[in-house]
């Protein structure tokens, strides 16, 4: 097949002071940060969906997006073509890892048994592809939201024919993951959630997801799939509510149903903010639960409140989080996922590469800041001992369950007035600016 980007270069890098659009500033895959390559610490990954499939479309016009490899049908031609061009896309930009739905890869037939035939022939061709060009896939799932049938919920449906043909496709979804030799699979509750309560019956709804999950657990260790299982919070859109709405709301929805020990969180920052809440405070909350496990990396529009889903550019971000991902001593099954799309008005091919090319420079510069950070050491000693009053006298005793209200009563009552200690926000914000 011909070259789909042809007069677009393999994107190496240049250093700060070049000027070239098509070329890393900050990101040198082999660049050891910490005794470990930048590469391994990143493990960038390409969301299919939307770099392949995302036709810019918005609720007002229709789609902008140039694809002159893709002819739009549906046909298995198209979609290898498709498959085709994606792996040059990730060599030329040394992307190592991508992630799909399997209705991106494969169109939907008429019957179910057509679907998962098409999905076959596409695992073939993502293998074969794989296999050429060193590449690996972080995580599959199954698209359980765009079809009509889960208008009304996937395993939320309140149809039990849903529930049934939505597990069969994740099924498939897991046998396609396994066969590719996924690091992961990945739970987005797309309409796993209601529009109103006048109709919903939510503690069922929940039994049910909690179902579905157990039951891919179960097909996991029946096949031998030992990649690891994702829940990825979003608190609406599609729906009014979604039940998967944040970190804090996943962990305890996986406790309540005994599924802790089997799924980490998949954090993606534009659901942090629609949930009113900041990606580092998401990765906090799920790295106290230690399940913190990957990222969809990305970002919202300070001035629109819903899912826009653009490219990080910003500093201060990629630093908390690759913050949080080295204080937990990197990934493991995980990586970092661009699952952004660029703008409406961004429509040509080479758009896709400036997009990605300054998302991994951004995730570049935080990993190098976030280390020099932690290397100070200024930041962790001043949290430290901001809490020393715990490592000994009272605090200690409070904190191995030794005293109880009537010892506490007696301390306070034989003590002076406590005195407390500023927080130096400020102080910290400028140390952090010290190293952006
Ligand atoms: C939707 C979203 C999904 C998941 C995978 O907002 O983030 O693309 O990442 O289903
Ligand atoms: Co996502």
New binding site residues.
């Given amino acids: 097949m011909s070259e789909a980007f042809p007069n677009i270069p393999r994107i190496s890098y240049e250093g700060v002071d070049s000027r070239n659009p098509l070329a890393f500033k900050h990101y040198r895959p082999d660049e050891v940060v910490g005794g470990k390559p930048m590469k391994d610490h990143l493990r960038f990954a390409a969301a299919y969906?939307h770099t392949m499939r995302n036709e810019l479309t918005d609720p007002f016009g229709v789609g902008t997006s140039l694809k002159p490899w893709d002819d739009r049908s549906n046909s298995l031609d198209n979609a290898r073509r498709r498959a085709e061009v994606f792996f040059e896309f990730l060599d030329k930009l040394g992307l190592d890892f991508y992630c799909f739905?399997d209705r991106d890869v494969a169109p939907e037939g008429a019957t179910l048994a057509e679907s998962n035939r098409n999905l076959e022939a596409l695992v073939e061709t993502l293998q074969t592809l794989q296999d050429q060009l060193g590449k690996q896939l972080l995580w599959g799932?199954a698209c359980l939201f765009a079809h009509p049938r889960y208008m009304h919920g996937a395993a939320t449906s309140c149809d039990a024919d849903v529930f049934a043909y939505a597990a069969s496709q994740v099924k498939s979804a897991m046998d396609a993951t396994r066969a590719l030799n996924g690091e992961g699979y990945?739970f987005?509750g797309?309409r796993e959630g209601y529009t109103t309560l006048l109709n919903t019956d939510v503690k069922r709804e929940l039994d049910h997801l909690a179902a579905l999950l157990h039951m891919a657990v179960d097909y996991a260790r029946e096949i031998g799939f030992k990649g690891q299982f994702f829940i990825?919070p979003?608190p609406k859109e599609p729906t009014a509510h979604q039940y998967d709405s944040d970190a804090a709301a996943c962990l305890n929805f996986l406790r309540q149903y005994d599924l802790l020990d089997h799924f980490q969180l998949n954090l993606?920052t534009n659901?942090a903010t629609l949930a009113q809440h900041s990606m580092w405070h998401e990765m906090t909350v799920a790295a106290g639960a230690s399940a913190l496990g990957s990222v969809?990396a990305n970002t919202g529009h300070p001035h629109l409140g819903w899912?826009t889903d653009q490219f990080p550019t910003d500093i201060y971000l990629t630093t908390q989080i690759m913050l949080e991902i080295l204080r937990m001593g990197g990934f493991t099954k995980g990586g970092l996922n661009f699952?952004a799309k660029v703008r409406r008005e961004s429509f040509e091919p080479v758009d896709l590469f400036h997009a990605h090319i300054g998302g991994m420079d951004a995730f570049a510069r935080g990993l190098k800041t976030a280390h020099a950070i932690i290397e100070d050491g200024r930041l962790d000693d001043f949290v430290k001992n901001r809490y020393s009053s715990w490592d000994s006298g009272i605090g200690a005793e409070i904190e191995n369950g030794e005293v109880g209200f009537a010892q506490l009563e007696a301390y306070s009552l034989s003590h002076a007035e406590p005195t407390v200690e500023s927080g130096r926000q400020e102080m910290l914000e400028n140390l952090i600016n010290e190293f952006i």
């Fill in positions: 969906w739905h799932t990945v987005w797309g990825e979003k993606e659901h969809d899912d699952d």
